[in-house]
């Protein structure tokens, strides 16, 4: 195995990418998973791999959102949970929400090995210790967390095939989701179906990015850090929240690249 200098310019993202190698060979991604981590890579390098102001903002506006809503989830695809999932976890067990696999390539067999590597995430974020201004049980806020979409007894109204099924306790009833790397189609549905969608996309040109309620142009798995630290934070929601200013606002620091370095 190759080992990573502790000061590689590039180690986060080599590990990153090593992450996505390993759960590759153990069947937990889809085939097309690589591809569209490199594209993500790609956005990143252009935003300076870094969570820009306008990334931090949404990302505050999802918490108070997940925060205020009746019945939150976590929709957790195959890269997802590799590169953010103890963190959404750790997010869940805050707001106590429940996390959905919500997987675009669908097999049984993804979904099983997905489940497990789940609930092991699970067991692992339980010993922790608090995180920092948390305060309460934290073994039993993280046990209480569900992992849901093995169930498959509901449905993304306006769908069809395998990806409208989901599960009634999780995407079917929920008022907001959070659904990083998200398809362009399911997001539109979920936004008609009424609900607040908040979506994760380094692309903020992505059809995904364009119709959500609130754009993430962010890394899953530092906004997942940064999530936490606002959930427990606790901030207040903003009804006004321009989403098309906000992707306006990444595509500037996209464009501004050179003249940023
Ligand atoms: O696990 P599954 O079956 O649900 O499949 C997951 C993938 C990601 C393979 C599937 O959803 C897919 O093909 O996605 P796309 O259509 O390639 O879109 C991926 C989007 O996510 C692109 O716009 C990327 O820029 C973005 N992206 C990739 N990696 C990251 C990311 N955004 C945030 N953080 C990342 N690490």
Same mark, same amino acid.
């Given at each position: 195995?190759?080992?990573?200098?502790? !000061?590689?310019?590039?180690?986060?993202?080599?590990?990153?990418?090593?992450?996505?190698?390993?759960?590759?060979?153990?069947?937990?991604?889809?085939?097309?998973?690589?591809?569209?981590?490199?594209?993500?890579?790609?956005?990143?390098?252009?935003?300076?791999?870094?969570?820009?102001?306008?990334?931090?903002?949404?990302?505050?506006?999802?918490?108070?959102?997940?925060?205020?809503?009746?019945?939150?989830? &976590?929709?957790?695809?195959?890269?997802?949970?590799?590169?953010?999932?103890?963190?959404?976890?750790?997010?869940?067990?805050? &707001?106590?929400?429940?996390?959905?696999?919500? &997987?675009?390539?669908?097999?049984?067999?993804?979904?099983?090995?997905?489940?497990?590597?789940?609930?092991?995430?699970?067991?692992?974020?339980?010993?922790?210790?608090?995180?920092?201004?948390?305060?309460?049980?934290?073994?039993?806020?993280?046990?209480?967390?569900?992992?849901?979409?093995?169930?498959?007894?509901?449905?993304?109204?306006?769908?069809?095939?395998?990806?409208?099924?989901?599960?009634?306790?999780? &995407?079917?009833?929920?008022?907001?989701?959070? !659904?990083?790397?998200?398809?362009?189609?399911?997001?539109?549905?979920? !936004?008609?179906?009424?609900?607040?969608?908040?979506?994760?996309?380094?692309?903020?040109?992505?059809?995904?990015?364009?119709?959500?309620?609130?754009?993430?142009?962010?890394?899953?798995?530092?906004?997942?850090?940064?999530?936490?630290?606002?959930?427990?934070?606790?901030?207040?929601?903003?009804?006004?929240?321009?989403?098309?200013?906000?992707?306006?606002?990444?595509?500037?620091?996209?464009?501004?690249?050179? !003249?940023?370095?």
């Amino acid at each position: 195995m190759v080992k990573i200098p502790k !000061v590689h310019p590039r180690r986060k993202s080599l590990i990153s990418r090593k992450a996505i190698v390993d759960a590759t060979k153990q069947g937990l991604l889809a085939d097309s998973a690589m591809i569209a981590h490199g594209r993500g890579e790609a956005f990143d390098y252009l935003l300076g791999e870094k969570t820009s102001e306008i990334a931090k903002l949404s990302i505050k506006e999802s918490a108070a959102r997940l925060i205020s809503a009746k019945h939150p989830v &976590i929709s957790v695809n195959g890269n997802t949970a590799v590169l953010a999932g103890k963190s959404l976890i750790r997010v869940a067990a805050v &707001i106590q929400c429940p996390i959905e696999i919500n &997987i675009y390539y669908r097999t049984e067999k993804r979904m099983d090995l997905l489940h497990d590597y789940l609930e092991s995430q699970k067991l692992e974020v339980s010993k922790e210790d608090n995180p920092i201004n948390w305060h309460g049980d934290w073994e039993s806020a993280v046990m209480a967390v569900k992992i849901l979409g093995k169930e498959e007894d509901g449905k993304i109204e306006g769908l069809e095939g395998p990806r409208a099924i989901c599960s009634a306790e999780g &995407i079917e009833r929920a008022d907001v989701i959070l !659904v990083p790397l998200e398809d362009g189609d399911r997001c539109e549905v979920l !936004v008609s179906l009424g609900k607040n969608v908040l979506v994760v996309d380094l692309n903020p040109l992505s059809r995904s990015a364009k119709m959500a309620t609130v754009t993430i142009v962010d890394e899953v798995s530092r906004m997942a850090e940064l999530l936490l630290q606002y959930v427990i934070e606790n901030p207040s929601d903003n009804t006004e929240w321009n989403n098309d200013l906000a992707l306006k606002e990444s595509l500037e620091i996209i464009s501004n690249y050179y !003249v940023n370095q």
